[in-house]
């Protein structure tokens, strides 16, 4: 593809595809009948808004939203100002206190300025029922959420994949691995965490690569909205 393309083309071209259609329809159905999906439908696609398919420089990739009230908001890890940080963000500033010299763990999980410098925070499936983990799987959204991987490894060059976890590596395996950089972990869960994902060091690393391509590194300390 010459052509580059936005979020806009990308999902304006799945939004005609009968899969997708079914997709938003039975989510549209389900919050119609009363049921609370999470996040809000005004916060589904929020990682599209905040970083443009052409800015994309960084992917952490995430399984489901959270599922309790008030937390998901469409950036995959994040949650919302005032709400606790869950644990696996609390193990992922864990390892950025080890990893990045200066980094002071914040009294919040809201990671939007992570997402404005260019980290796409991607779920793989992008709603989920309250209080059941994993309950929008298979609806069609891990489909979808191929064709965004597809679009960043076609359009984007040097982009640096973050795959914690064996669903986040399995979801990677479509990416080319001489055009852009994939680094692996365990996930930051407290299941897990202790099997590798503390001492991985992925955030100064990544940091290493966007400035051994004239990138401007990240700066990994979550900052609230003014």
């Known amino acids: ?112 300025s992570w997402a404005e410098q260019g980290v796409m925070l991607l779920n793989t499936v992008l709603t989920v029922e309250a209080g059941k983990a994993h309950s929008h799987a298979r609806l069609g959204w891990e489909t979808f959420t191929d064709t965004v991987i597809k679009a960043i490894n076609e359009q984007r060059e040097g982009v640096i994949f973050l795959l914690w976890g064996s669903h986040a590596q399995k979801k990677g395996s479509i990416i080319d691995r001489q055009r852009h950089h994939v680094l692996q972990a365990p996930h930051p869960s407290p299941l897990s965490a202790h099997r590798g994902f503390f001492g991985c060091q992925h955030f100064s690393k990544t940091n290493a690569l966007l400035r051994d391509a004239g990138k401007t590194p990240i700066n990994w300390t979550p900052v609230l909205p003014e």
């Not at 806009?8 to 389900?30: G, R, S």
């Not at 309790?68 to 644990?87: D, E, R």
């Open 1 to 112: 593809m010459a052509e580059k393309l936005t979020w806009h083309d990308v999902l304006a071209e799945e939004k005609e595809k009968p899969y997708f259609i079914e997709t938003l329809k039975h989510v549209a159905n389900q919050r119609a009948a009363g049921v609370t999906v999470y996040p809000p439908q005004k916060d589904v696609f929020n990682a599209f808004r905040l970083t443009e398919l052409g800015d994309v420089n960084v992917v952490i990739l995430g399984q489901d939203p959270y599922h309790g009230p008030h937390q998901a908001h469409g950036l995959a890890f994040s949650v919302l100002p005032g709400v606790q940080t869950p644990p696996s963000l609390q193990n992922m500033y864990k390892e950025l206190q080890q990893d990045i010299p200066g980094f002071e763990k914040p009294n919040h999980g809201y990671l939007a």
